[in-house]
């Protein structure tokens, strides 16, 4: 059973920056992809990001340019780096990631982060 746990949330005050990380119990390089979902209160889950390797990263139009993901295999982590926060950004983030192969997808538990002055 993969789990995938979220940390790193917090509240932040509008432009300030926060790195997200997601933590897996296994290999991240047996993900066929892996990225961040968020999901604000009264609305759908909504995708930000995704790493689908070996291609390049993609990003939501509502974080390109002020969000950066990244991978480190050795440490088995996904990080979202957050820069430029909006009260907008507010939401419950989640790690989410798809197995190679059977094609299952997995889900953090989501970390919150706030951004209000």
């Known amino acids: 059973q993969v789990q995938l746990v979220e940390s790193g949330g917090g509240l932040v005050q509008p432009g300030g920056s926060l790195r997200l990380s997601c933590a897996a119990s296994?290999?991240?390089?047996?993900?066929?992809?892996i990225g961040w979902y968020r999901q604000s209160p009264g609305k759908q889950r909504e995708w930000v990001a995704t790493m689908t390797m070996p291609a390049a990263p993609t990003y939501a139009g509502s974080v390109a340019g002020r969000c950066t993901i990244s991978r480190d295999n050795a440490k088995n982590t996904v990080s979202l780096q957050m820069d430029s926060l909006r009260p907008e950004d507010t939401a419950v983030y989640y790690c989410s990631a798809v197995q190679s192969g059977v094609g299952l997808r997995y889900w953090g538990q989501g970390t919150q982060v706030t951004v209000s002055s």
């Open positions: 296994g290999s991240i390089s047996s993900f066929y992809s």
